[in-house]
Every structure is written in C-alpha cells, then in structure tokens.
C-alpha cells in the first residue's frame, strides 16, 4: 500500500497566532518556525492518528483489484477516481465502484473489476479526499495535541522528535484502524 498526499490541506488546525498565545510568544521573528512546526505537529499526528485533519486529496496506489478497498486516513469525504496500469503502460479510468462514506474507514466497493491484464505493480490508483472539513472542525484533542506537540519542539529544540505523552495520548484516543 502506497499513501501519498496530492492536495495538502489550505490551512493548518492551529494558527500560528493561537500556538504563539499557548506558548506565550509575544514576538513576531519565531513565526515562521512555529509555522514549520505546526504543519510538522499536524503531520506526526495524522500519522500517529491514522487520519486526516483537515480536507486534503490523497492517492492510495495498490497492486491488485480488492473486492472492498478499505481506503486509510478516515474521515473519507469522496472519492475523485480510480484508474488502473494495464500491462501495456495504458491508464484506463474505471467507474464500476460505489463509495461508502459513513464506515470507518471509509470503503470503495468494486462491483466489478476489468478483465485486463494489470501491471507488476502499483496498478490500481485511488484519489480521494478525507478529512474533518476545515480547521475549525478539527475535533479539540487533536488541536490540543498539536498545540503541545508544536510547543514541546519550541521548547526543546534539540530533542525535536519527543512529543509529550499527553499529545501521544491525545492522538491515540481516536486512531483510525489498521489497514
């Protein structure tokens, strides 16, 4: 399984003018790495959470045709398409599939698949979008996670891939399944 994202989300669920007031910076020249360590707060975590934050387009590449394609980093929004390699190099659009977005994680069903010869590997593509929405609907413990985590790595920057065990805590509460 082979999980890229394509659309970062536009926003991040924490402000760097709201992570500064967490961490009682009252200056302007640290807000480019608080920034940095925002979005690198949000990724651990989605990582760590197996889901995604805020909406963001995804591409999960497979080798071959599942009868259910359970698709990771719930909440699953929609799915943009799902294209297959065939052994000659031709991508071909399949359409034969319906999308179940209220199960965790979300689902591709595949009624039927084609009777082409796939490629060795990474033939079937999926792009989807998933996430809680916009910042704003990023439940609260995984922005109090992100906020913890981006502050600890202020704090500590030396020991910058620690996270504090309240963030880990708060990011495992709701992990998404395995896969």
Do not use: C
Request: charged share 20%.
């Amino acid at each position: 399984m082979n999980l890229t994202v394509i659309t970062p989300p536009e926003e991040e669920p924490v402000s760097v003018e709201t992570a500064k007031q967490h961490m009682r910076v009252d200056h302007s020249a640290d807000d480019a790495l608080i920034e940095t360590y925002l979005k690198a707060a949000r990724e651990y975590g989605e990582g760590l959470a197996r889901r995604a934050f805020v909406t963001q387009t995804l591409r999960l590449v497979v080798d071959t045709w599942p009868a259910v394609l359970k698709l990771p980093r719930p909440p699953l929004q929609s799915v943009a398409s799902v294209t297959y390699l065939d052994r000659d190099g031709v991508t071909h659009e399949w359409t034969d599939f319906t999308v179940d977005n209220r199960s965790e994680p979300g689902r591709v069903i595949f009624t039927a698949t084609p009777n082409a010869l796939l490629a060795e590997s990474g033939a079937i593509s999926v792009e989807f979008v998933a996430g809680y929405g916009a910042a704003a609907d990023v439940p609260s413990g995984f922005v109090q996670a992100i906020l913890l985590t981006a502050t600890h790595w202020y704090e500590n920057r030396e020991a910058a891939m620690d996270i504090p065990s309240g963030a880990k805590a708060l990011y495992m509460a709701n992990r998404g399944s395995w896969f």
